[in-house]
């Protein structure tokens, strides 16, 4: 009876122990997402591959406006190592949840659509619509209204971009949407006369066409943006919606960057505008998200 006893207790211990480690596992492996960055030091960003947000340079180096502030605010939240990954727009919140990323940025804008799939940090910068058609604009398109007057145009857009909305919402047929992967595709598709025109940014569309180098094209001087909810696109951040205390550190450092008027320094190199491109500093994402700004 003895044996049986002090097997029970051997067992019970034995339980108590395992128990114990399975709690100190347990408490080992509870740190946050922000405490395990800073602890690491080192944090994984998604970008959309797209000058002027963020694109490789003739040296392999990440540059780009949304690379820049990213960058900033990071270091200053004491994460020091910034691993850019140059991605396809719509890879970007996939590989945010597959755990390729830990955020992602670049030109992606707030959209109540957007707001229940992930968490946006802040508003970062402001920015219209533009197209690029070949030149001479034989098809004369000045506006999404004008392609969808006119079923025979293609226009070619990003998978994923916020454009893609807008022109349906203009009336655009889905069968006239082309839809390519970055663009350097949207430009070829153009220029192979695959597509009749292709929208984005209006910088976006500026640096791409100035890095092509090449006559065949040009941007619609006098394109007339869509009365629509969403333009213009304000664009952040983006985070997984459980990751409360990352997105709320990050911002933290992006307000200080905007209360120093440092924006404006981080984007202008890239190609934006000072005073068109900056955001008012009253304007929150919460207000986008909820439609009362969007």
Do not use: W
Not at 14 to 34: M, N, Q, R, T
Not at 64 to 79: D, K, M, P, S
Not at 96 to 103: E, I, V
Not at 228 to 235: A, I
Request: hydrophobic share 40%; proline share 3%; aromatic share 6%.
């Amino acid at each position: 009876m003895k044996k049986l006893v002090m097997a029970f207790s051997i067992f019970g211990l034995l339980f108590l122990i395992a128990a114990c480690g399975s709690d100190e596992s347990k408490d080992s492996s509870s740190e946050s997402v922000l405490e395990q960055l800073k602890k690491d030091g080192k944090v994984k960003v998604g970008f959309a591959n797209e000058n002027p947000f963020a694109y490789e340079d003739e040296n392999g180096q990440l540059k780009g406006a949304a690379v820049e502030i990213a960058t900033q605010a990071l270091n200053n939240l004491g994460i020091e190592e910034v691993e850019g990954h140059l991605s396809e727009f719509g890879s970007l919140i996939p590989g945010l949840y597959a755990g390729k990323f830990d955020l992602i940025t670049a030109g992606m804008s707030i959209t109540p659509d957007r707001c229940e799939n992930v968490s946006f940090g802040e508003p970062e910068f402001q920015s219209g619509g533009g197209l690029i058609v070949e030149t001479g604009n034989p098809m004369e398109l000045k506006s999404y209204k004008d392609v969808a007057a006119n079923p025979d145009v293609i226009i070619a857009s990003r998978s994923g971009a916020t454009e893609i909305d807008f022109l349906k919402r203009e009336g655009v047929d889905e069968s006239q949407i082309m839809k390519v992967p970055d663009m350097a595709a949207a430009l070829s598709a153009v220029e192979s006369g695959r597509a009749h025109t292709t929208t984005a940014t209006e910088i976006a569309l500026t640096i791409a066409l100035e890095s092509s180098n090449q006559d065949k094209l040009e941007i619609v001087n006098d394109f007339i943006q869509p009365e629509l909810e969403g333009v213009p696109g304000y664009s952040a951040a983006a985070f997984r919606i459980e990751d409360d205390e990352f997105r709320e550190a990050y911002n933290t450092e992006l307000a200080k960057l905007k209360e120093e008027g440092k924006i404006a320094d981080l984007i202008t190199p890239s190609g934006f505008n000072a005073e068109t491109n900056i955001v008012d500093v009253n304007l929150t994402t919460a207000s986008i998200c909820s439609g009362e700004n969007y």
